[in-house]
């Protein structure tokens, strides 16, 4: 596994936040716009349980290097 090539998922059963290490540029837009989920300085560093699925969707969404994307989960 290559360390700089890296891809996490994260969810909080209703959306699943996708973050690639290769194309984060730091602009720090997560962390800005959630801070109560985009927490740098922990580990795990993405806690959506921390927010609503809107909020987490329209913080994505200002990524702008396209590190972070989403996807919703399937409800069976």
């Known amino acids: 596994m290559d360390a700089k090539d890296l891809t996490k998922e994260y969810s909080n059963g209703e959306v699943t936040i996708v973050w690639k ?8 837009e997560c962390v800005k716009n959630s801070p109560d989920v985009f927490k740098p300085k ?5 806690n959506p349980e921390n927010s ?25």
């Open 42 to 46: 922990e580990k795990p560093w993405i």
């Open 21 to 28: 290490n290769s194309l984060c540029k730091h602009a720090a």
């Open 52 to 76: 609503t699925t809107e909020n987490i969707i329209e913080t994505v969404k200002k990524c702008p290097s396209g590190a972070l994307t989403y996807y919703m989960n399937k409800n069976d």
